[in-house]
C-alpha cells in the first residue's frame, strides 16, 4: 500500500507560479512511478506530468508546452510540480497518482494510488 499526501497550490494571478508537493509512504518506493493529473469541471482527467524514481526522464502533457517542471524532492518519494506562467485554464483540481506495477504512462486507469487534490485556481 502506497498513501500520497499534496500539498501547495492555492490562488494565483495570469502568469504566475506556483508549486504543489506530493510525499509518498509505504512500500516499494524505490521503484515507484509518480504523476500529477489535474480535473476541472466537466472535464476528464488530464496527465500533467510523471516520473518513475529511479529512471532517468519525466514525461509531459502536451499542453504543458515548457511551463511545468516536475522533479524528485529530497525524501524518497516525494515529488514537485512547479508551474509557471500560470494561465486561467490551469485551474483545476491537481491530483498526485502513483503505482508500483506500472511502466510511467498518461493513462489515469494505470495508476493504483490516488491523493485527495489539492485546488489550484488562476485568475485573469
Known amino acids: 500500500q502506497v498513501q500520497l499526501l499534496e500539498s501547495g497550490g492555492g490562488l494565483a494571478q495570469a502568469g504566475d507560479s506556483l508549486s504543489v508537493s506530493c510525499a509518498a509512504s509505504g512500500r516499494a518506493l524505490n521503484r515507484i512511478v509518480m504523476a500529477w493529473f489535474r480535473q476541472s469541471p466537466g472535464k476528464e482527467r488530464e496527465f500533467v506530468a510523471g516520473?518513475?524514481?529511479?529512471?532517468?526522464?519525466?514525461l509531459y502533457g502536451d499542453f504543458v508546452k515548457g511551463r511545468f517542471i516536475i522533479s524528485r524532492g529530497n525524501a524518497l518519494g516525494t515529488i514537485v510540480l512547479q508551474m509557471n506562467n500560470l494561465r486561467p485554464e490551469d485551474t483545476a483540481i491537481y491530483y498526485c497518482?502513483?503505482?508500483?506495477?506500472?511502466?510511467?504512462?498518461?493513462?489515469?486507469?494505470?495508476?493504483?494510488?490516488w491523493g485527495r487534490g489539492t485546488q489550484v485556481t488562476v485568475s485573469s
Open positions: 497518482a502513483a503505482t508500483t506495477n506500472s511502466f510511467l504512462t498518461v493513462g489515469p486507469e494505470s495508476y493504483d494510488y
Open positions: 516520473l518513475r524514481w529511479n529512471g532517468p526522464a519525466a
